[in-house]
């Protein structure tokens, strides 16, 4: 008798670990892209070759035997080695060249990243940035990233990085309807329409402040994004909070009140283990960092005030110290 796994090819392994996440052939073939009797065709040469079935074909789709289950166990092994290697492998790369995978969220691209971003290239050009916007954190074990940039006070502890800022939140008003803010006392502003954070973000501490001190009657407008907030804010909708490295550069809103520690949250540049000695990975991070400590002040609060006085639309960052 020869040996059945001689023949197999890593292709064997992604199709049937394929058809067992998507437990039918049609789903497998779309996710491997190529076409549904390819898939079926492969299937039985595989489990020929093995002498085993590999599949049970149950009314509710594709179930794996024992058989097929030790084998996709092994395609998921082999799946985290190839992981694995292709990583180290990028971490001994001798010259910062080539493509970085960022993730961030469009709150911080749009008000912080963007210019960051071109000045980097403008540095590197021999690097390319595949941007990749998520609220929910990426696997950078899978290499769904190479950096992840996020605001955050729990990093994961599986990443490397370091923390680049504290950002500040503030309660802000359209500008026109608080030409003298600082005279409202806090407690009659919960009076008035706010706009706020959806429940699906409920985790944010600005949406605990709103839960636990806005009448539910008193909040007019909710989205799930911090960009939609602003805006929201910005036509006279309702108050709310919002980052000051957001608002303080937008002359039509005004803080109502100081920023609230309780609401800052720390910004994070992050990186697998295997990665931080990376040429491209490093000299992106300290290029970031560096940039963003230049900034620091608007984005920890501290250019803006409460005087109804706005800032102008572009502010310049500070020199960096030293």
Same mark, same amino acid.
Request: hydrophobic share 45%.
């Given at each position: 008798?020869?040996?059945? %796994?001689?023949?197999?090819?890593?292709?064997?392994?992604?199709?049937?670990?394929?058809?067992?996440?998507?437990?039918?052939?049609?789903?497998?073939?779309?996710?491997? +892209? #190529?076409?549904h009797s390819t898939v079926f065709r492969r299937l039985r040469q595989i489990e020929a070759a093995l002498g085993v079935a590999l599949f049970e074909r149950?009314?509710?789709?594709?179930?794996?035997?024992?058989?097929?289950?030790?084998?996709?166990?092994?395609?998921?092994?082999?799946?985290?080695?190839?992981?694995?290697?292709?990583?180290?492998?990028?971490?001994?790369?001798?010259?910062? @060249? =080539?493509?970085?995978?960022?993730?961030?969220?469009?709150?911080?691209?749009?008000?912080? /990243?963007?210019?960051? %971003?071109?000045? *980097?290239?403008?540095?590197? $050009?021999?690097?390319?940035?595949?941007?990749?916007?998520?609220?929910?954190?990426?696997?950078?074990?899978?290499?769904?990233?190479?950096?992840? #940039?996020?605001?955050?006070?729990?990093?994961?502890?599986?990443?490397?990085?370091?923390?680049?800022?504290?950002?500040?939140? @503030?309660?802000? =008003?359209?500008?026109?309807? %608080?030409?003298?803010?600082?005279? #409202?006392?806090?407690?009659?502003?919960?009076?008035?329409?706010?706009? @706020?954070? +959806?429940?699906?973000?409920?985790?944010?501490?600005?949406?605990?402040?709103? &839960?636990?001190?806005?009448?539910? !009657?008193?909040?007019?407008?909710?989205?799930?994004?911090?960009?939609?907030?602003?805006?929201?804010?910005?036509?006279?909708?309702?108050?709310?909070?919002?980052?000051? *490295?957001?608002?303080?550069? &937008? $002359? =039509?809103?005004?803080?109502?009140?100081?920023?609230?520690? !309780?609401?800052?949250?720390?910004?994070?540049?992050?990186?697998?283990?295997? /990665?931080?000695?990376?040429?491209?990975?490093?000299?992106?991070?300290?290029?970031?960092?560096? !940039?963003? @400590?230049?900034?620091?002040?608007?984005?920890?609060?501290?250019? =803006? +005030?409460?005087?109804?006085?706005?800032?102008?639309?572009? #502010?310049?960052?500070?020199?960096?110290?030293?």
């Amino acid at each position: 008798m020869g040996e059945p %796994f001689k023949d197999l090819a890593w292709d064997d392994f992604r199709l049937v670990k394929a058809i067992a996440d998507a437990k039918g052939l049609p789903a497998a073939a779309a996710r491997l +892209g #190529i076409n549904h009797s390819t898939v079926f065709r492969r299937l039985r040469q595989i489990e020929a070759a093995l002498g085993v079935a590999l599949f049970e074909r149950h009314r509710l789709g594709y179930v794996a035997t024992a058989a097929g289950e030790e084998m996709v166990a092994l395609a998921d092994r082999l799946d985290e080695d190839i992981t694995a290697f292709t990583r180290k492998v990028s971490g001994r790369e001798l010259s910062p @060249a =080539g493509e970085l995978r960022v993730t961030t969220n469009d709150t911080l691209l749009v008000h912080l /990243l963007t210019p960051l %971003f071109a000045a *980097f290239l403008r540095q590197c $050009p021999e690097m390319r940035l595949d941007v990749v916007l998520s609220n929910q954190p990426l696997n950078l074990s899978k290499r769904d990233a190479d950096v992840a #940039i996020r605001a955050t006070d729990n990093p994961p502890e599986t990443l490397v990085g370091r923390r680049a800022a504290r950002i500040a939140w @503030a309660l802000y =008003g359209r500008a026109a309807d %608080f030409p003298y803010p600082g005279a #409202i006392p806090i407690e009659r502003l919960f009076d008035r329409p706010w706009v @706020a954070l +959806g429940e699906d973000l409920a985790a944010m501490k600005a949406v605990r402040f709103v &839960r636990e001190h806005v009448p539910p !009657e008193r909040i007019a407008y909710r989205t799930n994004t911090v960009l939609g907030l602003g805006e929201a804010v910005e036509t006279g909708i309702g108050i709310g909070h919002l980052p000051c *490295f957001i608002a303080d550069a &937008r $002359p =039509g809103l005004v803080r109502l009140a100081e920023p609230d520690p !309780e609401l800052a949250a720390d910004l994070w540049l992050l990186t697998h283990p295997d /990665l931080r000695h990376a040429p491209r990975v490093r000299i992106f991070l300290d290029f970031l960092a560096a !940039e963003i @400590a230049r900034q620091r002040r608007l984005i920890e609060g501290s250019l =803006g +005030g409460s005087s109804g006085l706005s800032l102008p639309s572009v #502010i310049s960052p500070e020199p960096s110290a030293g």
